[in-house]
């Protein structure tokens, strides 16, 4: 349901990503693992409008604007960020009722006059909120502002956020980095659950095996090109997928 | 793990719980009784001047406290505003010149902010540090818009509906008016989703928008929301004052808005009206220090600045703080309640207000 | 033509001052990513103490223009101690709004110690005129176009060929790599604060003979050489001195050909214009913020 056509970013004369085609089925798990600087990071950038990019992003058959942030959201596509971009001077559950999708009476308008209707999807959007922090267990921590959360219930609040707006497809970015084994478990069982959901999964990781609990396809990037894609096993045996993690002459060995 | 054993959260959204629209209320009162208390035409000098700076302040609160757009262009609007207003009233009721006032500072503020819509924090700072100087020059060659050299004098008082405010106590109820009334609007902002997505944008452009927050919007919308509370000022200023000329709307005003700001506390929209205050009372005090005084007023803003740097609603919130503590024991940190704030976010529970 | 050749040469003249700020002003930026608010106060301050120089301690005109440069030189420094490093780390607007206050003090003190009424302070070679091309231009013009056309030689010099320019650039593109690399951090934010305000002075000299002297008087160059740097695209020396050419330009012949009263204003409207079509600067390279 999602389908990025010939993505690319340049910065300056370095090509970080070049002609990247993808595809995430309705449904579908899929990992993205890459050597450093491969662009991974800045191709989910190019989809959620964060870097200027030129190529097309169709969702659910709707042509999405690459440049525009908030169409990219409002198509479907939640994202999170290599590391947790959460706003520290806000609680949790603002953090998180910044993200939903009813956009209704959040202007001027219902600030200063149609207070009534306002307060009400306020309510609404309230419940919601509590709701997405409870999925990923910080329910307990709503009224608790961000920048108080460790490392970790930062990762989890930037997922709650992403999980309001009822999203179609998440784009994650590297969520296993800085989590202990323990917590990472805990976000494996968590992407799954959504998964099983019906919810979308791209998942860009380091950690091997994170990446084969959470996903049933893997894209292999290098250099800003798709240079592998297939079921995990399938990928790892790859030549050029090992020599561009280990280098040429060992591969040539 | 989720949906456990987690205690519930409070059923009540924050913005339900503050006590901004309380502290509404007791500003407007005090007010009200300093109207009533002050008896000398020099007190009133300086409740009027507090007045109108407090809701110029209040404006600036809103670009660069609560949306964080570091600009120099409120003198500007405030000029502007006053000009507007005497050059829409022209022999008029007052309502015209506040119609005038606002209408014509939106619209420039608007076309301003278009120009500039896509430059960044700094670049963005300096064009309106070339507004403002724009502005002055304007504000003196301008005749037909403004007056030769830019000097009006003989702008009559305020008027409503055939009641003219010329005592200093009608007066300054009539200014206290406004204040309320801006206060109130703010009050309703801080009780509203802008608030938190103004924040949002403040702290983090891009991820705002990759959220879903309209950020184009929120920039223009704050940035010309605070321009016309400037305006407004602006206007009231004019008629409070009989005289404006360029001088009153130097780039000097432009940066001590920046520092009654700051001074106040950049974080609480009751900060631009305690700022305001000290602007206004402090170089009263610091008279006896005589030629002195403009050197100690600086560094004394500065060293404020550098060591609180919440501004005086710092100290406020220690002083609450404090009092807090001694009158309650220490409960636990994490659980549904927020932590303790003063004025304007103060959490008390089963305090159910609707509005 | 003549009135074309001196409004030309006198917009030379102007924005040959505006670029010995702005390179001022570009120095801190690239070294230190500050905007210093007190480059103006600084240009008037310079000013000040060669008049003082000059007039009380009866010192010839180019020895008080070197006495000022050094004092400048040294409050650039002290600038940089108190007003800077011990808020270094904090968040770019307490550090703007300290180079504010850095700027308040510094224009206090000035009319403490001078007072408030206007002051004169004469060029090396007087009111002379001299013929360029068929028109009167004052031979002050002349001498501020030399001089900065040397001044902008040894400063792409320095930026080019020494350790200083190195490390300056070093910074400017990546502070902390920098630092690991070896830069002295707190040595190079004290040359730079003092190199940046000994320009000031130099400009303030510069002008001096044309206007009179008063506590505003470096105000307006300040706010041209921010637009100069805008127009020039923050990046380059060459940059920012076209930018400032082009603003004494704008300035003079707007002035002379269109509307006087508005000549201060036309510079600002251009740069308005450049921050709305191509927000990079003329010369620039960094893309406008798209939010």
Known sequence: MLRAEDIAVAFGAVRAVDGVDLVVGDGEAVGMVGPNGSGKSTLLNALTGVVRASGGLTVDGRRVPLSRPQAVR?????????????????????NVLLADADRRATGLAGAWVARGPM????????????????????????????????????????????????????????????????????LGRLLRDLHAGGLSLLVVDHKIDFIESVSTRVVVLQLGRVIAEGPAAEVWRNAEVVAAYLGRSRAGA | MPGSDAPAPPARPPIYRRHQLAGVAVAAVAVGLLSLMVDSAFGYGLLHSWLVFSILGLGFYL????????????????????????????????????????VVTALVALAFALVVVRSDHFYFAIATLAFSFIATVVFREFEAFTAPGGEIVGIPKPDLFSHTFDTGRSLALFLGGFLALALLLTAFIERSPLKREAIAFRDNRQVAATVGVPVLRLRLGMFVLGSTYAGVAGCLFAHKSGFISPESFSLELGIDIFLILLLGGIGSMWGPVLGAAFVVWAPEQLRFVG??????????????????????????????????????????PSGPVAPDEPLDAGVTAGAPEVV | MERFVTLFVTGLAQGAVIAIVALGFLLIYKATGVVNFAQGDLVTLGTYVAIWASADLELPLLAAYGVAITALFVVGVLIERFAYAPIRN????????????????????????????????????????????????????????????????????????TAFGRQVRALATDRMAAQLQGVRVARMSMLTFGLSAGLSALAGVLIAP??????????????????????GGMGSIAGVVVGAVAIGLVQQLGGGYLSPDYAEIYPFVLMLAVIALRPQGLFGSEAGARL
């Open chain 1, 119 to 186: 307060l009400r999807r306020e309510r609404v959007r309230w419940s919601r909120a509590v709701a997405a922090l409870d999925r990923v267990g910080l329910a307990d921590r709503a009224e608790d502002e961000a920048g108080l959360l460790s490392y970790g219930q930062q990762r989890l609040l930037e997922l709650a956020r992403s999980l309001v707006g009822e999203p179609r497809v998440l784009l994650a970015d590297e969520p296993s980095a800085g989590l202990n084994a323990a917590e990472t478990a805990t």
């Open chain 3, 210 to 231: 044309t206007r009179a002297v008063t506590i505003d008087f470096g105000f307006s160059p300040m706010l041209y050489a921010f637009a100069a740097a805008i127009l």
């Open chain 2, 63 to 102: 670009v660069f406290g609560v949306s964080g757009q570091f600009a120099f262009s409120q003198g500007a609007f405030f000029g502007l505003g006053a000009y507007a207003s005497v050059w829409a009233s022209d022999g008029r009721s007052f309502l015209w010149g506040l119609a005038g006032a606002v």
């Open chain 3, 90 to 161: 904090r968040s770019i607007h307490v550090v703007v709004i300290s180079t504010l206050g850095a700027a308040l003090v510094i224009r206090a003190g000035i009319v403490l110690w001078r007072g408030t009424a206007p002051s004169r302070l004469e060029g090396p070679l007087g009111f002379d005129i001299v013929e360029v091309l068929g028109a009167r231009v004052p031979q002050q013009n002349l001498l501020i176009i030399g001089v900065t056309a040397v001044c902008v030689v040894a400063m792409a010099l320095l930026f080019s060929r």
């Open chain 1, 74 to 94: 409002r198509a479907g596509v939640a994202r999170t960020f290599q590391t947790p971009q959460t706003f520290a001077e806000l609680t949790c559950i603002e």
């Open chain 2, 291 to 332: 030629e002195y005084r403009a050197l100690i007023y600086g560094a004394l803003l500065v060293a404020v600045i550098v060591a609180f740097p919440k501004g005086l609603i710092g100290l406020v919130e220690l002083v609450w703080a404090q009092g807090r503590r001694l009158r309650r024991p220490a409960t636990t």
